[in-house]
């Protein structure tokens, strides 16, 4: 999903990085995993039978990526305003988001070509899924949900409730009950109504009252009451939102299992302090790597000859290549921008302290 180095310093949040770099390969093998199996064929051995219980049976591991990258995220953006002015954090969000998003959709358009201007145009902004336009490459689904998220942080702090521990805590409960809602009319119409939307945004925030929790600017008791009545409630959504498949092999217990399957390793990445040197790399590239994957997953099978190389083998190869693709990408657009808006934060931070 995004980078937040500069909001990671020392070694206090390497499990957060660490996690980041996990959730990114979730994802990618999802993806890797059904493009072999769509050109491979699937022959139900011991290892694809797994990769079908992780990905497409009772687990969907792209989605748990998913899920803890929104976590990240309400762990981390409510934060960054604090100790930003608005229209800094919202130049900080389009330098982090918008450059190697922009890089992505030219690849693709370069590689694979787009089906309407009106599709390239809708992309290019970011808000597709808000103008009837259909995602250039699929990833970009949970990119306007963090937008959303950014919007209603903006809204709060202006308000003066973001940092409101009450204001926070009950947005949680209407959201929850909202999805309860509008999962309830989706199953009466059988109509794809976004559910995904409101559990992101409630994944988030539930991020940031985890934060909350952890910084002690409110009870752990608080967060577990949270968490709990979240797991509740969430059985009821996932039940009316997801027993009918809508195209996307919907089944309710995975969505439910891979919710809490998400939150589970948040806590258990805090709790254990987990992290090395790889996922720390992984995570710093992580955005790369989310927005990457598919055009080299995709441009490799097409210009590749892959009906003579083993499976496990040309995975093995795309999997490299997502990474020295990732990197490189990494080096030459995220970091330049990272450094451009640090310049920035830097002046404006010298222009307030001269006031």
């Known amino acids: ?14 499990w957060l990085t660490s996690l980041r770099g996990l959730a990114a390969i979730m994802v990618v093998i999802l993806h890797l995993w059904e493009l072999i199996k769509s050109n491979y064929g699937y022959s139900e051995n011991f290892i694809e039978s797994i990769l079908d219980f992780i990905t497409i049976g009772v687990i969907d591991i792209g989605k748990v990526g998913v899920v803890v990258f929104f976590l990240i995220s309400g762990f981390l953006v409510p934060y960054t305003l604090k100790r930003r002015t608005k229209k800094s954090f919202i130049i900080n969000r389009i330098l982090r988001l918008y450059p190697v998003y922009w890089l992505s959709i030219i690849l693709m358009v370069i590689i694979f070509g787009v089906n309407s201007k009106y599709q390239l145009i809708s992309n290019i902004t970011m808000l597709q899924q808000f103008l009837g336009a259909e995602n250039i490459i699929s990833v970009y689904w949970t990119l306007p949900i963090e937008l959303i998220f ?9 308000r003066k409730f973001l940092f409101n521990n009450k204001v926070i805590v009950n947005i949680v409960y209407v959201m929850l009950g909202l999805s309860l809602f509008f999962g309830a009319i989706r199953y009466i119409t059988d109509k ?35 968490v709990i009545i979240f797991f509740i409630m969430l059985l009821p959504i996932t039940i009316l939102s997801y027993s009918s498949d809508m195209g996307f092999s919907e089944t309710w217990y995975r969505y439910y299992i891979t919710y809490s399957m998400g939150m589970i390793l948040f806590y258990i990445f805090y709790k254990f302090n987990v992290g090395n040197k790889i996922l ?8 790369s790597i989310y927005l990457m994957h598919a055009i080299v997953m995709k441009a490799a099978f097409k210009y590749i000859n892959f009906s003579n190389i083993n499976s496990l083998i040309f995975a093995i190869i795309i999997f490299f290549m997502i990474l020295l693709t990732s ?11 990272i450094n451009i808006s640090k310049k920035i934060d830097f002046k404006n931070k010298k222009i307030k302290g001269n006031n």
């Open 150 to 158: 950014y919007f209603l942080c903006i809204l709060l702090l202006y």
């Open 327 to 337: 990197t490189i990408v990494y080096y030459l657009v995220e970091v330049p921008f």
């Open 1 to 14: 999903m995004k980078s937040n180095n500069e909001v990671l310093k020392g070694d206090k949040f390497n």
């Open 280 to 287: 720390i790399f992984l995570g710093n590239i992580s955005y």
């Open 192 to 226: 794809r109504l976004p559910i995904a939307v409101f559990l992101g945004i409630i994944v988030m925030f539930i991020g940031y009252i985890f934060r909350l929790s952890i910084d002690g600017e409110i009870g752990k008791g608080i967060l577990y009451k949270v």
